[in-house]
């Protein structure tokens, strides 16, 4: 097998062998990102097992002595001068190194969104207990012990109402 095709099956197979598909689809909400994920995954296993079977194989040799003997050993010799002098180059990576950095500078700033968007999620939380506390307490509660919650809202009315504010 080719060096360039060997390093493609291994990137694969470490691929998927690093993807928490378990772990991702419990995150899916919707039927209809259940069916894309599972698409999804199901490509990966096509290209992968592709990759696999495809380009793990070294070529089989060539039998010249099966072809000298039922086409002629002139002709043979020819197409063997010919594919023994094709030199298939070597893939050099030029775009990685330039893309590199990049990607790095996203995944920092990935990092952050993440890191961000956690602790919103956890503000948001309290908030969700908090307005649950008190439509559990809303019927039987004063405006006195709402204000001692809300001090800004009673500083807003308490303000209005010294200004002659009724809201007409």
């Given at each position: ?60 040799p060539i039998d010249w002595e099966y ?82 919650k809300h001090p800004e809202l009673k500083k807003k009315f308490d303000d ?9």
């Amino acid at each position: 097998m080719s060096g360039t095709g060997k390093k493609i099956v291994d990137v694969a197979f470490k691929a998927s062998r690093t993807i928490d598909w378990d772990g991702m689809a419990k995150l899916l909400v919707t039927e209809e990102a259940r069916k894309e994920f599972a698409t999804l995954r199901r490509a990966f296993d096509e290209v992968n097992s592709t990759l696999q079977t495809k380009f793990s194989q070294e070529p089989e040799p060539i039998d010249w002595e099966y072809y000298r003997r039922g086409i002629g050993s002139r002709l043979v010799d020819m197409y063997k001068e010919a594919y023994e002098s094709i030199s298939v180059p070597k893939y050099v990576d030029t775009v990685t190194p330039q893309y590199k950095p990049k990607f790095d500078a996203l995944l920092v700033e990935l990092k952050e969104a993440e890191e961000k968007s956690l602790k919103e999620s956890e503000r948001l939380e309290k908030e969700i207990v908090e307005v649950q506390e008190l439509k559990k307490k809303i019927s039987t509660m004063t405006a006195n012990e709402y204000f001692e919650k809300h001090p800004e809202l009673k500083k807003k009315f308490d303000d209005e109402i010294r200004n002659d504010y009724w809201g007409y």
